[in-house]
């Protein structure tokens, strides 16, 4: 019938590196080219911003090939 189930709604996370515009009220589209990593929890804020940079360097890696 085209109804969305809610406990089969999923989100993700996209970083947008280099990026630095406002994009705020306006519609993107993502393609999903690979899966990168489960979902980490992270003790301090140094260690998410090290695994951003490691999933920047995974990311690029993955696009340029």
């Known amino acids: 019938d085209g ?3 809610e ?3 999923a989100s993700i996370e996209v ?8 994009l705020y ?3 993107i589209t993502i393609y999903i080219k690979q899966f ?3 979902e980490i929890k992270f003790d301090s804020l ?4 090290l695994q951003i940079e ?5 990311c690029n ?5």
Not at 15 to 22: E, I, K, P, S, W
Not at 46 to 49: C, T
Not at 61 to 65: D, H, K, M, Q, W
């Open 15 to 22: 970083n947008l590196f280099d990026f630095n515009q406002d």
């Open 3 to 5: 109804r969305i189930d």
């Open 36 to 38: 990168l990593r489960e």
């Open 61 to 65: 890696s993955i696009i340029n090939n």
């Open 46 to 49: 140094n260690e998410l911003k």
């Open 54 to 58: 490691k999933d920047k360097i995974t």
């Open 25 to 27: 009220d306006t519609n």
């Open 7 to 9: 406990s089969m709604k």
